[in-house]
């Protein structure tokens, strides 16, 4: 398994609550990812870093913000969660070396917001 | 526009049986394409990884190939077991980006019944 932890896996919310969804890395990656995906579906970018003090958006819009101020850890953050922001939420990081990007995951957080 | 299709949606075939899941890309610069397996509530974890040069590889039990020319890509699992039940996701990273940027497909949704 990669080293990258996600905190919590599952989370049940109320509407107007203020999230933050943890996520680290021991590998030493410079660059970070979160994907919003739903049941069935394909995974989304939403938010990517490539590497300290660097954020961008990505192609699904969210109104979630991220934050890097040290290269393991990329928290997600909700200010007020709604029932839409329910979805399963994963983060990744990567190298790459030569032609090659492999993107490692994070288990998952589940959230459901009520 | 960069895409990643991938067929069937679902497959449902009996233990010991082989298969084959396809996917076509229209990912430019293309860099390379990797098979992820994803396991009901978990990240991807990947399989097999191809560069253009490349037109067939194996992992065990799982066999990838890719025509650059026709930006195919298929995954044939054999001698199918009941843990190979999991979506299996097809994955581009294009070269035109210090991002290595990665697109997904939507995924193919396996069950291996005993």
């Known amino acids: 398994e990669a080293d990258i932890y996600q905190t919590p896996r599952y989370l049940v919310i109320g509407t107007g609550k203020k999230i933050t969804l943890e996520c680290s890395q021991t590998m030493g990656h410079d660059k970070m990812y979160w994907y919003q995906q739903d049941p069935g579906m394909e995974l989304h970018l939403i938010h990517y870093s490539y590497g300290v003090n660097s954020t961008e958006k990505g192609d699904l819009s969210s109104e979630s913000t991220v934050s890097r101020i040290r290269t393991e850890h990329f928290p997600l953050t909700l200010e007020s969660a709604r029932p839409s922001h329910t979805s399963q939420y994963l983060c990744?990081?990567?190298?790459?070396?030569?032609?090659?990007?492999?993107?490692?995951f994070g288990q998952g957080t589940r959230l459901t917001v009520v | 526009k960069n895409q990643v299709e991938q067929s069937p949606q679902s497959l449902i075939i009996l233990e010991g049986k082989n298969c084959t899941l396809q996917c076509n890309y229209t990912v430019s610069p293309f860099s390379n394409l990797r098979w992820y397996k994803q396991d009901t509530g978990r990240g991807p974890v990947s399989l097999t990884i191809m560069t253009f040069s490349e037109n067939t590889k194996s992992n065990g039990r799982y066999t990838a190939t890719l025509d650059a020319d026709t930006k195919q890509s298929s995954l044939h699992i054999t001698a199918s077991q009941l843990s190979d039940s999991a979506s299996y996701i097809c994955?581009?990273?294009?070269?035109?980006?210090?991002?290595?940027?990665?697109?997904f497909g939507r995924g193919t949704q396996l069950t291996v019944w005993p």
């Open positions: 994955v581009v990273s294009d070269r035109g980006s210090t991002l290595g940027r990665l697109y």
């Open positions: 990744a990081s990567s190298e790459t070396q030569g032609s090659s990007t492999e993107a490692f």
